[in-house]
């Protein structure tokens, strides 16, 4: 059995392949030190749970010996765009030099054939992009220090992959959204900083929700993104791994639908679903915020036989309802919102 080491297999989207994989063939084991993680979203699966940093190269040394490791799937890291701004040092140190660590250690575990690789990146890295939707050829200009500690880490991936011949995908999400509560996995954040779970808390609690900027070159002023349902990503992932193990040979692709959704018309399908009303505020639009934001999925279509079947707005945010109501009797799982 093809053992993968999971890494940010707490996480939101890290633990929505756990499921996936297992009913795949593949023996998923999890490495995560829990600080922005849940146990609960791994331990459900009966999946062995690793806790650690990737900083500890020691113990991640072990790991992958004693795991006997033939693939990894790495998800740890940063992502809140507007932190990035206040601390790039963090996320450089976080999503760029661990990930190097990680990445030697593999090489180091087995030098003549290193495990196969796939790293989740981020729409980030094409920061305002010339045109959409957005290609793998699309230049990578990332304008937020989250975007540029991501290219960094697919830079580096590509030259370590080249240099000690090993398989390797990089996987861009964009918007990575909504739940799958039969496989209990969700968005659990202390603080949360996502549209559509902060619009699902704004319309159950009366709370007002607040658009950051609303003078966008768009169709109504508000940012435009691809909101990517995360089981339609999980299937991403366990294409990819299927893909590298099958022999493909390295490459990157862009995971979206191709349509996107303005903030705006987000709050209107939240309202729609929940059935209340949503109070907006117009706050400043924040340092490093592009536009828009749209995929063109074609390579992935083509290559990895993948199609989001999921990522229709209406069940996204059903979909992401449904989860939050769910999570209100599970213990621990962060924020918690009234039905």
């Avoid at 890494?7 to 890290?14: D, F, I, M, P, R």
């Avoid at 074609?298 to 996204?316: C, M």
């Amino acid at each position: 059995m093809t053992i993968v080491l999971v890494t940010g297999g707490a996480g939101y989207l890290g633990s929505s392949v756990l499921a996936p994989l297992k009913l795949a063939g593949y023996q998923p084991v999890v490495f995560d030190n829990l600080s922005h993680g849940f146990s609960q979203l791994v331990l459900q699966h009966n999946v062995p749970l690793v806790l650690g940093d990737l900083s500890d190269r020691s113990l991640l040394r072990s790991v992958l010996k004693a795991y006997r490791v033939d693939a990894i799937l790495h998800f740890a890291a940063l992502a809140n765009m507007g932190e990035s701004n206040e601390q790039p040092n963090h996320y450089y140190r976080i999503n760029t030099v661990d990930a190097l660590g990680l990445l030697e250690e593999a090489i180091a575990y087995r030098p003549q054939s290193p495990p196969a690789v796939i790293v989740s990146s981020s729409c980030a890295v094409f920061g305002i992009p010339p045109a959409l939707p957005i290609a793998e050829l699309s230049t990578r200009t990332p304008i937020n220090p989250y975007g540029r500690s991501k290219l960094a880490m697919e830079w580096m991936l590509e030259d370590l992959a080249q240099r000690y011949r090993f398989p390797a995908v990089i996987l861009r999400s964009f918007n990575a959204a909504g739940a799958d509560p039969q496989n209990g996995c969700g968005e659990c954040r202390q603080h949360e900083t996502h549209l559509i779970p902060l619009a699902i808390e704004a319309a159950l609690e009366g709370k007002p929700f607040i658009i950051h900027g609303d003078h966008f070159e768009t169709r109504d002023g508000s940012a435009i993104r691809d909101f990517t349902h995360v089981r339609d990503l999980a299937s991403a992932h366990i294409a990819a791994l299927d893909y590298l193990i099958a022999g493909g040979a390295s490459t990157d692709f862009n995971l979206g639908t191709g349509v996107g959704y303005s903030v705006r018309e987000v709050l209107n399908c939240v309202e729609r679903v929940c059935g209340r009303p949503i109070t907006v505020k117009i706050g400043r639009r924040r340092l490093g915020d592009p536009p828009a934001l749209v995929a063109d999925a074609a390579k992935a279509r083509q290559l990895l036989h993948w199609q989001p079947h999921y990522s229709d707005l209406e069940r996204i945010v059903r979909d992401a309802l449904s989860w939050e109501q769910q999570r209100q009797r599970v213990p621990g799982l962060g924020r918690l919102v009234t039905a």
